[in-house]
């Protein structure tokens, strides 16, 4: 059974630089695309970027610019940085494993999320 | 940028068949996936690559996807899949998810 589980800072101030981590426990891990998405409050879902076992990323082109996706070290974690983050980046941020398949690509397991407030 | 469209809520009565769309263009040419959120909870994958089930998800959700137009069809609805309801595809080389449906069981 795989467990996902976030890890974050819970309140930032406009401009900082956010980090998130989620630790992952279970089989075949490395069969799996590592994912961070995001939902503001009452809003649908948005999806920031994924890394692979192998260290390949690939993020959402409009937020590029300002996040990095990363693995741990052991690989049983991966990580998020968001650089000058707003009040738009205010959401629920969740960590999720997903399989990519070339032509499709879907999000079979997901953390609980852990709420991130941007406010000054 | 590709967009997926999503009804914003429909409604069912318990035992009756729940049908939500989701549109984009082309949308049969790509693989369609749907997550079910209850309040307060994280996505569950219902049904991926258009019309399969994850291990665990009950038979009555079923989904298909053609033209432009992906559907996710909940028979013999229950209370408890009173939730919200997203399809999600890969477009433009980036996951795109539809705005979200809620289906209120009556």
């Known amino acids: 059974q795989v467990q996902l589980q976030e890890s974050g800072p819970g309140l930032m101030k406009p401009s900082e630089t956010l980090s998130l981590t989620c630790a992952v426990s279970g089989d075949s891990l490395s069969n799996y695309y590592w994912s961070w998405l995001r939902q503001p409050p009452g809003k649908g879902l948005e999806w920031i970027g994924y890394?692979?076992?192998?260290?390949?990323?690939y993020y959402k082109p409009s937020l590029r610019s300002r996040v990095t996706i990363s693995l741990g070290t052991p690989k049983n974690q991966f990580s998020l940085k968001l650089t000058s983050v707003t009040t738009a980046d205010t959401a629920v941020y969740y960590c999720a494993l997903g399989t990519n398949g070339g032509s499709y690509y879907h999000f079979d397991y997901w953390g609980q999320g852990t709420l991130l407030t941007v406010a000054s | 940028s590709y967009e997926l469209t999503q009804p914003p809520s429909v409604s069912v009565s318990p035992g009756q068949t729940a049908i939500i769309t989701c549109g984009g263009d082309r949308l049969g040419e790509k693989y369609s996936s749907w997550y079910q959120q209850r309040p307060g909870q994280s996505p569950v994958l219902v049904i991926y690559?258009?019309?399969h089930r994850p291990s665990g998800i009950p038979e009555r959700f079923s989904g298909s996807n053609s033209g432009n137009t992906a559907t996710l069809t909940i028979s013999g609805t229950q209370a408890m899949d009173e939730a919200d309801y997203y399809c999600q595809a890969w477009g433009d080389s980036t996951v795109v998810f539809g705005g979200g449906t809620k289906l209120t069981v009556l």
């Open positions: 690559q258009d019309n």
């Open positions: 890394i692979n076992y192998n260290g390949n990323t």
